[in-house]
């Protein structure tokens, strides 16, 4: 535990000052601010976009805009060099990845698939297969980039890899953990979100197959948990690897940025926290140069959410 501590200080010392901090801390305001005060992401983009090409459109400026943004205040007011801006393989990365994340958000083709499925099993299916698209709109772009583009620049598939792995400290982690997320299950803004299973509506499904609701729940939690793979995949696996050659590590900045942003669907004391969560899980990738540490902790909270909602709420 103390070598990951160790990490966290370390990158603190090197990169750290109050004015690179006070900017961000601002910028998180107004982003966190505008987005629950109008529902940016639940109303306007959820609501209006539902299944419109444009959806795609809005999460890549959501998500890569406020990267970008991040990006240029960690470097003016931390090492004060923007030279980043004047390389073209970095507005090529960007334009890429994030236009790859967009479309992995803003993707609808489950919703037209799910117009075939009977009407009492559609919402339980839409939400299974929802939790596998991640294959086909994140995952399978990414091998594909990295096969025949990116593997000369980067020696492993961006941190998936089981070199250096030590459980032990994210066994802790996950433990220290335990009794902030009980704290968090008995709040309203917890109770109203969780568990996700909920939504689903996942006795129907279970009615139709002649099947026990443990088994329909046992599958969405499996594939819900299997999806935080491709979170930390992305989060702290490719945007860790790909930008720290253009920003150094003050890359782990804008990318717990842009992490928190991607929880603006969620519970305003969940999308802030996600912020540090993001910060050292993205150091702790990037100093062990792989994501497992991430999945684990990630996976575990979440699951262990989804356990507090099922017997507490």
Not at 124 to 147: A, C, D, K
Not at 196 to 212: K, N, P, T, V
Not at 238 to 245: D, N, Q, S, T
Request: proline content about 4%.
């Amino acid at each position: 535990m103390r070598v990951y501590l160790r990490y966290i200080i370390d990158h603190l010392r090197a990169t750290w000052n109050w004015r690179m901090g006070l900017s961000l801390l601002l910028l998180l305001a107004v982003l966190i601010g505008v987005n629950y005060s109008i529902e940016l992401e639940d109303e306007l983009i959820d609501r209006n976009y539902a299944e419109s090409p444009l959806r795609a459109f809005w999460f890549f400026l959501l998500q890569g805009g406020s990267f970008l943004v991040a990006a240029v205040l960690v470097m003016r007011f931390g090492p004060k060099n923007l030279a980043f801006l004047k390389r073209r393989k970095f507005w090529f990365y960007l334009l890429f990845v994030f236009a790859v994340y967009g479309f992995h958000r803003g993707f609808y083709g489950h919703m037209l698939i799910g117009q075939s499925f009977p009407v009492e099993i559609r919402r339980p299916l839409l939400y299974l297969i929802s939790e596998l698209r991640s294959l086909l709109t994140l995952i399978l772009p990414f091998i594909l980039f990295y096969l025949f583009y990116d593997k000369r620049n980067q020696q492993h598939f961006y941190g998936v890899q089981l070199k250096g792995v030590d459980w032990k400290p994210y066994l802790m982690m996950l433990g220290i953990m335990i009794p902030f997320l009980y704290f968090f299950s008995t709040t309203a803004d917890f109770q109203q979100q969780y568990p996700m299973y909920d939504r689903i509506q996942g006795f129907r499904l279970a009615e139709y197959w002649g099947i026990s609701e443990y088994w329909v729940a046992g599958l969405y939690e499996l594939l819900y948990g299997l999806d935080f793979f491709n979170t930390e995949l992305f989060f702290r696996g490719i945007l860790v690897f790909i930008f720290v050659r253009f920003l150094g590590p003050h890359a782990i900045y804008p990318i717990a940025v842009t992490y928190c942003v991607c929880h603006f669907g969620k519970p305003p004391v969940e999308a802030i926290s996600s912020f540090f969560g993001g910060y050292i899980l993205g150091v702790i990738s990037l100093k062990s140069e792989n994501i497992w540490g991430g999945v684990f902790v990630h996976m575990g909270i979440a699951l262990l959410m989804e356990l507090f909602a099922f017997l507490f709420v």
